[in-house]
């Protein structure tokens, strides 16, 4: 399944780590934005073909040694159609690269509408007899509150296509427990999601012990992120909040399994942001960018057993 080719590429990257492309035009250099703004004046044009231009520099700094991006749909739809044209864009120059790609879009529907979303997302699109990836991502984010109608239409594109999806589950917002940490009889609302993602993930076992429906647990809570990890041994998790949120290493760690692996840890805004902090010459914005990933690289795994595949 589609989480096999991750698991592969953290395995040869020693690398548990995905890098989110989530760009707003104030986290690009002045001389991409400028040169942009010259050619296609003060237009949504001129800022999505900076955000491609950008996205495509730290792609090229980042594939040899980071498994994954996850670029957010949101930061890309608040440009138009033209920023939607980006984000297929980027996808396919990472996936070029060899990065698998996750999108994060959160999407969560019933019926034909959530197969909508599946086929665009995840599927081929069939045009007077052609059948056409719209986005061809290798994953998506999704929520699962709608239950099993929202998930079932996902599952089947997983199968037909190698496909993955990752539910949210324990989310790394301040205010997900006012939810998420209500009580379901003996059970947390998370905890019942999670067991509801190792039953969806039967139908998409993969080769590596982990099944095609992966588990959003944010870094934020580690012990809830532990709790999870022991509970869901077939569920692969996507661990946003390292960094900026606030989670550590130490922590993240707590979402791995015995060979390193079972958990990618997300990063946007200090990768990208990262000449900034190190306040080098904005030229060097690629650079910077894989000094980040290597210092965070370096950090998750000095907490890790040796990553390598299950014997």
Not at 150 to 160: D, F, H, N, Y
Request: net charge negative; proline share 4%.
């Amino acid at each position: 399944m589609s989480f096999d080719r991750l698991i592969e590429n953290i395995v040869k990257t020693q690398n548990p780590s995905v890098v989110g492309l989530d760009p707003k035009l104030e986290y690009i250099p002045e001389y991409i934005v400028g040169k942009k703004i010259k050619k296609y004046g003060k237009t949504l044009k001129a800022a999505a073909k900076a955000i491609l231009e950008f996205n495509k520099g730290i792609i090229d700094e980042i594939h040899d040694i980071c498994p994954a991006i996850k670029p957010q749909a949101a930061y890309y739809e608040m440009y138009g159609w033209e920023g939607v044209k980006t984000l297929c864009k980027t996808i396919e120059y990472a996936q070029e690269k060899g990065m698998f790609v996750m999108t994060d879009g959160k999407r969560n529907d019933i019926g034909a509408t959530m197969d909508a979303y599946a086929t665009a997302h995840l599927g081929v699109t069939e045009v007077c007899g052609e059948e056409i990836p719209a986005f061809g991502a290798d994953a998506l984010t999704v929520n699962g509150y709608l239950g099993t109608d929202g998930i079932s239409p996902l599952l089947e594109k997983c199968r037909a296509y190698d496909k993955g999806i990752f539910v949210l589950v324990k989310t790394s917002n301040k205010s997900s427990g006012e939810l998420q940490d209500l009580m379901i009889g003996d059970k947390t609302v998370y905890a019942v999601m999670g067991d509801m993602c190792e039953k969806w993930g039967v139908e998409v076992m993969g080769k590596y012990g982990y099944s095609g429906v992966g588990a959003v647990v944010g870094a934020t809570y580690p012990e809830q992120l532990k709790e999870m990890r022991a509970a869901l041994p077939h569920t692969f998790f996507l661990v946003p909040g390292y960094g900026a949120q606030g989670g550590g290493a130490e922590g993240v760690a707590k979402g791995f399994d015995k060979n390193g692996l079972g958990a990618v840890v997300n990063s946007s805004r200090a990768v990208m942001c990262a000449y900034k902090k190190e306040e080098c010459d904005e030229h060097e914005y690629a650079q910077a960018a894989r000094r980040e990933v290597i210092r965070m690289k370096e950090d998750i795994i000095s907490y890790l057993p040796k990553i390598a595949l299950p014997e």
